[in-house]
């Protein structure tokens, strides 16, 4: 098929990218583009001999200046497609995911989905995006309204709201505006105001979810099966939750029967949330909530020389969100793992993570063997973990590939 789209000629080192199974075209990789694109238009990828790579939006104020929809070079990209597409990322899910684990899930993971830049959320009955790709701008309209339609149509789905969390700084790298609001569109009966609160179910604990307010689309589903995965470990022992957010960790403890949970963030706002939830599903006698710095938190309990509990759980934020601050990264994720491997008795458990993907688990793994050479302990490995299947990690695209998890014993 011939393509009638605008030419891209990128180097043998691009070529090689994406014949390596990645999705992204670079700037410098690109040497030639046949009569200019608009941004957000679809153009053409060919090697340096005219061999077709694969059909992507071009945006020239991106330094990822191609992302590819498509390496089959049929495709026709109408409303046919773009319905294709989507039905495929949720039967995904609904294959791979229990009813329950579904009503709120990641329905639409970016790349990984052959959504460029595109995250869709659901919760319950809410739906909650953020577009991060000029060419997916372009068609968000077209691709809600699909959205919808399949998932009350076709897949007996209550969707009542649909809320864009476009407030995040690289849209402006990409040449678009930052903004927050209700999307509505004629006939899909869409509420255009609401309180911007939900409650959902998961694990058999109850949130109350800030999609208006809270970080990024208001709750991070990625850890759902890691969270699951201390119910064992948690039952009747005494649990430090570090960076506790809204909770989520600690309160999965208390609801395994942890005898009691501490959960500690420096967010007074988290913290109250905490709290919040923790009185919505009844533990909150069994919890105390912490306002405070983890770092001097930990370093406190050291210099007191007595440790009070038998599992502490680590679920910092990212340290790095780029490969120059690794380096600081790494110290900080040494510092809070150190501390708590020397807090720990022999036998206690230590729950750890990172959401980078600029800490690479090689990075993480090397770390955590240092903190324990330094802590003098040793590590027994209980379960090595990622981020929950609702956020496909797509081989050859190593950024969809971020959240490692690691549970140990410490011996």
């Not at 098929?1 to 700037?27: C, D, N, R």
């Not at 709750?219 to 570090?242: E, M, P, S, W």
Request: proline content about 2%; glycine content about 6%; overall charge neutral.
């Amino acid at each position: 098929m011939i393509s009638t789209f605008p030419k891209v000629t990128v180097t043998q080192k691009g070529e090689a990218f994406l014949k390596g199974g990645h999705v992204w075209v670079y700037a410098d990789e690109i040497t030639d583009v046949s009569a200019p694109p608009k941004d957000g238009e679809l153009v053409t990828v060919v090697s340096q001999k005219e061999r077709f790579l694969g059909t992507g939006f071009y945006n020239s104020h991106s330094k990822i200046r191609v992302r590819i929809l498509s390496k089959n070079a049929n495709d026709k990209f109408d409303e046919s497609f773009w319905e294709r597409r989507l039905r495929w990322a949720i039967e995904y899910r609904r294959a791979v995911m229990s009813e329950a684990d579904f009503s709120s899930c990641r329905l639409i993971f970016g790349e990984a989905d052959t959504f460029p830049g595109l995250t869709v959320d659901k919760f319950e009955n809410i739906l909650v995006t953020q577009v991060l790709s000029l060419g997916i701008d372009t068609i968000k309209d077209m691709l809600y309204t699909i959205l919808i339609r399949l998932l009350r149509e076709e897949f007996g789905c209550r969707i009542d709201v649909l809320y864009e969390r476009n407030d995040v700084a690289i849209r402006e790298l990409e040449g678009m505006e930052q903004y927050t609001g209700f999307w509505t569109a004629p006939g899909l009966s869409l509420a255009s105001e609401a309180d911007g609160l939900v409650e959902i179910t998961e694990n058999g604990v109850r949130y109350e979810v800030d999609y208006v307010n809270g970080q990024k689309t208001g709750f991070f589903l990625d850890q759902k099966y890691n969270r699951r995965a201390i119910h064992t470990l948690a039952k009747g022992r005494r649990v430090l939750d570090c960076f506790t957010h809204t909770g989520s960790f600690a309160l999965n403890a208390a609801i395994a029967g942890a005898a009691h949970v501490t959960a500690v963030d420096i967010s007074a706002d988290a913290v109250s949330l905490c709290k919040k939830n923790a009185d919505l599903n009844g533990v909150a006698n069994r919890m105390d909530f912490v306002c405070a710095d983890v770092f001097e938190l930990l370093t406190s309990l050291s210099e007191r020389g007595k440790c009070d509990y038998d599992l502490i759980i680590l679920d910092p934020p990212a340290f790095t969100k780029s490969r120059e601050t690794v380096k600081n990264a790494y110290r900080g994720y040494k510092e809070i793992n150190l501390k708590a491997m020397k807090l720990l008795r022999r036998g206690g458990y230590l729950a750890t993570c990172s959401c980078s993907h600029f800490m690479s688990e090689e990075n993480f793994r090397k770390m955590l063997t240092e903190a324990s050479l330094d802590a003098g302990v040793s590590l027994r490995q209980i379960e090595v973990r990622q981020q929950g299947c609702d956020h496909p990690i797509l081989w050859g695209v190593p950024e969809t590939n971020y959240l490692k998890f690691f549970i140990f014993q410490i011996v």
